[in-house]
């Protein structure tokens, strides 16, 4: 089993940035590929950025390319997810996922956390 806990999430005007963090405990966390994933009111979650296991490769949804970071330090079993450059439209809770395998559908995940809220005022 993993657990998945996320941070950070917050109001935040457009224009400012937050930073998401996701502390990971139980198995050998470092093994896992990690992602971020986002739900706005009525909407489906949709995948927002995963990193590999080494943190060496990264992907990035394309309505978030060049505006979030995703990065990974295995020595703290800790995920982060820095948001720049926020709009209206990132408002959603932001979750973590977690698996052995590369995804970019939530149904290839097996391991999530609670979310957190992220809102931008406009």
């Known amino acids: 089993q993993v657990q998945l806990v996320e941070s950070g999430g917050g109001l935040v005007q457009a224009g400012g940035s937050l930073r998401l963090s996701c502390a990971a405990s139980?198995?050998?966390?470092?093994?896992?590929?990690m992602a971020w994933f986002r739900q706005a009111p009525g909407k489906e979650r949709e995948f927002v950025a995963r990193?590999?296991?080494?943190?060496?490769?990264?992907y990035y949804a394309d309505s978030v390319k060049g505006r979030f970071t995703i990065s990974r330090d295995n020595a703290k079993n800790t995920v982060s997810l820095q948001m720049n450059s926020l709009k209206p439209e990132d408002t959603a809770v932001y979750y973590c996922?977690?698996?052995?395998?590369?995804?970019?559908?939530?149904?290839?995940?097996?391991?999530w956390g609670q979310g957190t809220q992220v809102t931008v005022s406009s």
């Open positions: 996922a977690a698996d052995l395998v590369y995804g970019l559908g939530s149904s290839d995940y097996n391991y």
């Open positions: 139980g198995r050998t966390v470092s093994r896992y590929v």
């Open positions: 990193i590999s296991w080494s943190g060496g490769t990264t």
